[in-house]
């Protein structure tokens, strides 16, 4: 079925245009391998297997030891193996009784079954040995994403391509799950591949040449496979991005109303098809290279491997070769042929492992660099006061600031509200004040201290937030209410918060009270009201006591029992702490000590809520709009 089938609303309009194009955008958007040449490409492999080693090694000595022991050990084994069926070949093919040449081969035969084991015991104890580094280096490495992710400055998401690179960062962890084995058994063939190079050398020194010949077309066919692979990816990355977030979107249960009321599923779904039609038709674009890539290579390879067949059986008849040696060299070709075969894909996959990985430490340098480095200083309660001195921020790549020259100042016990139209900065102008985002202009202090100099994470602990869009956490109702300040193991101040709410009753009635899991879609799990769930995020405020409270819409899905409840919350326990209500509710604002009323980044009125009714300014126009029906 073509995307356009999928749209089952609306038949007979011409079909809906195609997803808008994704690019993996900005100063990011060269691809590394562009320039690259097969030298520098195969040049990279040691220092890839040194950096695969040199994290093996801080998860796990013991087993990276017994990793290069195994490798040791299945080089000497393979050296010897081969020289042995040498010796084993000589008896054999000898002169005399067949018997007295098999007793005569017997101790050459039990040394080839000796190796031979050894050589399977090696590779036994190098998989045990790779299973026990792979899990956990696949957690660090995942963790460690999740983390830089989480730890950068808010901003960051803003910036520039920087979700494409965390999508092209997953892959390396991806990746992960196999870069050890991938560099296990590169080393293994290679260590096998000069054990029966160098036996074959001995035996005759012009195999060893003709042998590479035969194989070096398909170590540059893999190469280069791995890097048009590559390519493909690089061009998917924006694509596959959007494609993994609209997946999200539309499957997640508390958006199904939503989706199937509006009659959106045929439309999700043709643009969901049409975003993996469009990586498809990229990834199979770049088919035909791959496969001339690995027909020539095969052809080169297939005409060198003949040569030395050849070569072989041209020595053994005109009498160069003793016919024993011929014999052996024959298990030697094999040896070094499969050796040399398994080098090639194996080293080929490590190199584009190594591509990931580069992708992946990239990322993570870079949330390095952007996570928060503001300075030692630490505020701590009580708040007396923050001011804001001619405040400016503008958004990356927006063309007006979206909070221009505000100046504000507020003291412990005042509650403050913010008023304006959408977009005119409210939102910006909270996270200034809570030091997510840092002002590009201007100074945000808290009892003095400039925010761009205080570690963030003392100003958040004296802060309480309920966004305008808030998180509905799959966890219990507890950790709902205390999650990010956990306190006692009591569940008096969880009831406390629950209290202030007024959700007692409805908690109560859950089937397992706080301990309910609040995720519908789980086992055992169940799901709250809109409005219910925004009650719980005003209650995982309340519940830290913050010295900074900042409620932005905070009761637009409640009722008008919860929404009174709550701002006589608000007013009861104000006199502690400094709070901030963004609403345009504009009733709601006559608790507030103060108005500020913003239009286009800018403070433009402010006063009581009296004084602004009546002053004929934007906010009497905005309430006599509110009383217009
Ligand atoms: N994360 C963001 N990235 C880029 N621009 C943003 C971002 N958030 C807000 N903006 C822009 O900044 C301006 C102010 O937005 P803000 O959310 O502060 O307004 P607001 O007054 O809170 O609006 P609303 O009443 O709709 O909640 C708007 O033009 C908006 O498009």
């Known amino acids: 079925m073509s995307s356009v089938d999928a749209i089952d609303e609306g038949a007979g309009s011409p079909p809906p245009p195609p997803p808008a194009e994704f ?10 391998l562009g320039e690259a040449s097969f030298r520098r490409l195969c040049s990279r492999l040691p220092s890839v297997l040194r950096r695969i080693a040199g ?3 801080a998860i796990d000595r013991s087993a990276v030891m017994l990793l290069l022991g195994c490798q040791l050990v299945t080089g000497v084994a393979s050296a010897v193996l081969l020289a042995a069926t040498a010796r084993a070949m000589q008896s054999i093919l000898g002169g005399g009784v067949v018997s007295d040449r098999l007793h005569e081969a017997l101790p050459a035969l039990l040394v080839v079954g000796g190796a031979a084991a050894l050589v399977r015991i090696a590779g036994a104890l190098s998989s045990y040995a790779d299973g026990r580094i792979t899990p956990p280096l696949t957690t660090q490495a995942d963790s460690a994403l999740v983390e830089a992710v989480c730890r950068v400055e808010a901003s960051a998401y803003a910036s520039d391509g920087f979700a494409d690179r965390q999508e092209a960062a997953e892959m390396g962890v991806v990746r992960t799950h196999v870069m050890v084995s991938d560099a296990q058994r590169f080393m293994s063939a290679l260590v096998r591949m000069v054990a029966a190079s160098g036996v074959l050398s001995v035996l005759h020194p012009l195999m060893l040449p003709l042998l590479i010949l035969a194989v070096l077309p398909a170590g540059v066919g893999a190469v280069l496979s791995a890097r048009v692979d590559y390519e ?6 924006g694509d596959r991005n959007i494609r993994h977030m609209m997946r999200w979107w539309a499957t997640n249960a508390k958006f199904a109303d939503e989706v199937r009321a509006n009659g959106m599923t045929g439309y999700l779904l043709f643009w969901y098809r049409s975003l993996s039609e469009r990586i498809d038709r990229r990834t199979l674009r770049a088919a035909p290279r791959m496969l001339v890539i690995t027909l020539v290579a095969s052809l080169v390879g ?8 050849a070569a072989l059986a041209w020595l053994a008849a005109t009498g160069r070769l003793d016919l024993a040696i011929a014999a052996t060299a024959v298990v030697a070709v094999q040896t070094t042929l499969s050796a040399l075969g398994q080098v090639v894909i194996n080293g080929a996959a490590v190199f584009h492992t190594s591509l990931y990985l580069t992708d992946m430490q990239r990322f993570l340098d870079d949330a390095g660099q952007k996570a928060p480095k503001r300075g030692e200083v630490r505020v701590a ?9 001619e405040v400016a921020y503008q958004y990356p790549g927006k063309d007006e600031p979206a909070v221009d020259g505000v100046s504000l100042r507020l003291r412990r016990g005042e509650i403050l509200a913010i008023v304006g139209e959408n977009g005119s900065g409210k939102s910006t102008l909270t996270r200034l004040l809570t030091g997510i985002y840092l002002a590009d202009k201007g100074r945000v202090t808290w009892n003095g201290a400039d925010l761009a100099a205080v570690d963030p994470a003392s100003v958040w602990a004296c802060t309480g937030l309920v966004p305008q869009l808030f998180a509905q956490w799959p966890l219990r109702v507890r950790e709902n209410v205390t999650l990010g300040q956990p306190r006692t193991s009591d569940d008096g101040p969880v009831w406390e918060a629950v209290d202030a709410v007024g959700m007692r009753q409805a908690v109560e009635e859950l089937p397992d009270g706080l301990d309910t899991l609040l995720a519908r879609e789980w086992f055992g799990g169940t799901e709250l009201s809109g409005g219910q769930w925004q009650r719980l995020a005003c209650s995982r405020a309340l519940y830290r006591r913050p010295p900074l409270l900042i409620l932005d819409e905070p009761t637009s899905q409640m009722d008008p029992r919860g929404e009174h409840d709550i701002f006589e919350k608000i007013k009861a326990i104000s006199a502690d702490r400094i709070t901030i209500v963004v609403t345009h509710r504009l009733e709601n604002t006559k608790i507030a000590d103060r108005i500020v009323v913003m239009q286009q980044g800018r403070i433009t009125e402010q006063g009581r809520y009296d004084d602004l009714v009546h002053a004929g300014g934007l906010f009497a126009e905005l309430l006599a709009l509110s009383q217009d029906r």
Do not use: C, K
């Not at 493909?232 to 990355?237: A, I, M, Q």
């Not at 060198?304 to 067949?309: E, M, T």
């Open 381 to 389: 309660a009580p708040i007396e006061e923050i001011r804001l001195d």
């Open 232 to 237: 493909v990816h690089y061009g998917n990355v």
């Open 23 to 32: 690019t993996y955008s900005g100063q990011y958007s060269t691809n590394p």
């Open 302 to 309: 297939g005409f060198f491997l003949i040569v030395v067949w």
């Open 55 to 57: 994290m093996a090694w």
